[in-house]
C-alpha cells in the first residue's frame, strides 16, 4: 500500500499490520518505537531502592547530629557567659564595697591579724609585702571595718565584719556568692601612718574561679584606692 505523500514523506510498507514509517528530511524514526518509549516509561515508575532510602536516611541523620552539636555548644557557650557576668557582678560589688569604705575612711590597717585594728599599719612592716585581710576606721562612727579571705562552705570566700566604736563586734557576712571560690586576695597598704608625708593608699588584687556545673570562668580584678581625708 502507498501513502499519499504530504510534507513528510511515507515510505511504502510491507502490509498493513505495521506501522508507516515518518520519513523527516534526513532522518527517520518509526512511529511505533516512539509508542513504545512512552510505554516504557510508564510501565517503569518506581519508588525509591533500599540502598537510597539508606543513603537519604544516613545524611537526615549526619544532618540532625550536626545541628544538635550545635545547639548543645551555643547552649554552652551562652551558660558560660551568663555564669561569667554573674560572677564579675558579684565580685564587682564586693570591690565596689571595698572601694567605697577604703576612699571615706582613714587607719589602713594590714593584716587583721597583727596589732590593734585602729591604729595605721602598712604591709611592707609585716613579713610579707601584702596581706589577705584588710581593715580601716570610718571616719564618722569610729567603726572599725574588716575584709579577709575566709574558707566558707568548702569554698575560698571573701567576708565582711563591722566592729563598733565600743568593741563590739557584729556578725561576719559572707560578701560573694556560692558559686565563686576566691583563688587568690591581696591588700598592699602603703603610706598608712599619719607621720609621713604619703597620702594613705591600698591596692587590691582579687582572682576568681565561678563555676556552674562543667561550666567554669576565671575572673581577675585590680584597684587601688587613695584615702580621701588628708593626714592630720
Known sequence: MIVPKSRNTLIPVKNTTESPKIRNGAKGISLFIVIDMVHYKHMHKRGFTLVELIVALGLFGL?????????????????????SREALDNLDFVMDDIVREARFGTNYHCDISVGALDTPLDCNTTAKAYATSFSLTRLKTNEVVKYAMATIGGKSGITKQIISSTG???????????NVNVELLKFMVTGSPQEDLEQARVLIALRALAKEGKVSSKVNLQTTVTQRATDS
Open 63 to 83: 544532618i540532625l547530629i550536626m545541628a544538635i552539636s550545635a545547639l548543645l555548644n551555643l547552649s554552652k557557650n551562652n551558660k558560660f557567659a551568663q555564669n
Open 168 to 178: 563590739v563586734a557584729g556578725a561576719i557576712q559572707t560578701m560573694t556568692s556560692d
